[in-house]
């Protein structure tokens, strides 16, 4: 059974600091998503990663995967506070189906 | 476009009352999938679909029933709701494996 566990659950930060979110997996998985959602919205996909080492980033967002030791991490630099809202991971059961399994979610909150 | 439609958006059922929530989709996707999102819990897995006429069981499937007998709907019932099904019910679609996640709107479910 694939298990995401996600850390810290809740992160509180200034503007203009840098923190990481970390993903860990419990089995073998061939992608991992990230995911946002601002309180009472739906998810929006952030990124995808596919192969281990893969890097992505995205304005003051960057994703990685490392798939040998079962973790993806999001990078967050220089914050602001458009940046607040809930993160999730999301790795993928290697089945058919293409069924996802979600970690708990990081609830950001970037402070003026 | 409007993607992946979710009716409807907020709900109170009694304990012991039935309804049924609407995931509808225009965008041809083979796959639809039920998760339901309870805090700290990120999102759960109930049921889902890899095609019309086809249904399987997810993480949490008990006390729901689903069916898809159309390719662009998938139906999500609840024939006597519990107080423990209080929570916000998300749709997605996907065209199929190795695909990402359109996520619907939400519903937001409270049983009292």
């Known amino acids: 059974e694939l298990k995401v566990e996600q850390n810290p659950l809740f992160l509180s930060m200034q503007e203009g600091k840098n923190y990481t979110i970390y993903c860990n997996y419990s089995t073998t998985s061939d992608r991992l998503y990230w995911y946002r959602q601002d309180p009472g919205k739906s998810l929006e996909s952030l990124f995808v990663l596919l192969s281990n080492g893969a890097v992505k980033q995205e304005g003051r967002l960057m994703a990685s995967l490392d798939t040998k030791a079962r973790l993806s991490t999001l990078h967050i630099t220089a914050a602001v506070h458009d940046l607040s809202a809930t993160y999730f991971c999301a790795a993928r059961i290697n089945n058919a189906g293409n069924m996802l399994t979600f970690g708990g979610g990081t609830r950001l909150m970037v402070k003026p | 476009n409007a993607g992946v439609t979710q009716t409807p958006k907020f709900r109170v059922l009694k304990t012991g009352q039935s309804m049924t929530l609407l995931c509808a989709q225009d965008?041809?996707?083979?796959?639809m999938y039920w998760y339901r999102q309870d805090p700290g819990m990120g999102l759960r897995l109930i049921h889902y679909?890899?095609?019309?006429?086809?249904?399987a069981k997810g993480e949490v499937p008990d006390g729901y029933n689903v069916s898809r007998l159309k390719k662009q709907n998938f139906l999500l019932g609840l024939e006597s709701a519990a107080p423990s099904q209080t929570s916000v019910y998300f749709c997605?679609?996907?065209?199929?494996?190795?695909?990402?996640?359109?996520f619907g709107s939400g519903t937001r479910l409270t049983v009292v």
């Open positions: 679909s890899v095609g019309e006429g086809t249904t």
């Open positions: 965008m041809n996707h083979e796959y």
């Open positions: 997605a679609s996907s065209p199929g494996e190795m695909s990402g996640y359109t």
